[in-house]
């Protein structure tokens, strides 16, 4: 993720006041550190990731920002730790999108199944290099990104737009 980014989670955090965060794909860290920065004091971040290497990564650089306290790792698969997720009647106030590509509809699906009413839903990588824009582009993962990009569009659930910025940053806030 890039900077500009980063300070636009934190801004957009701060913004909605939110107090339960979902991000699905920690890797290094970096946006869950951004998120941190935003969240209000008794705010916690749920994160994501399918592999514990990338997660003890996280930990570590969220442990040098001095905001290891503010985060929870669940490792596996994100399908599974969603489903989990809703068995245990948790609800969100913030959502960051930033996984696998196949299942970005899933994802949002999921969210909204696990959103408070305002919630904000955000996702990156959503023109996908730009491969969404060729149509003749036909990979697993570019048809994902397009669908979710159309599900975000047409879902009278959500007040939605894409920005343009960096590799496509979506948000949405759920109604």
Request: hydrophobic share 45%.
């Amino acid at each position: 993720m890039e900077p500009e980014l980063g300070k636009l989670l934190t801004l957009l955090d701060k913004i909605s006041g939110a107090r339960r965060i979902l991000e699905i794909g920690a890797l290094g860290g970096y946006s869950a550190i951004c998120l941190a920065r935003g969240l209000a004091d008794d705010g916690k971040i749920v994160s994501l990731e399918l592999q514990q290497q990338y997660a003890d990564l996280a930990l570590t650089n969220m442990r040098r920002a001095g905001l290891a306290d503010r985060v929870e790792y669940r490792i596996g698969p994100a399908l599974d730790r969603l489903q989990e997720l809703f068995d245990e009647g948790e609800r969100f106030d913030f959502f960051l999108i930033d996984a696998d590509k196949d299942n970005y509809p899933l994802y949002l699906e999921w969210a909204l199944q696990l959103a408070n009413p305002g919630a904000i839903i955000t996702a990156d990588n959503v023109l996908w290099k730009d491969r969404v824009l060729d149509p003749e582009n036909r990979d697993k993962e570019t048809e994902a990104v397009r669908e979710f990009n159309r599900r975000l569009a047409a879902d009278e659930r959500l007040e939605a737009l894409l920005l343009p910025i960096c590799d496509g940053f979506a948000i949405a806030r759920v109604k």
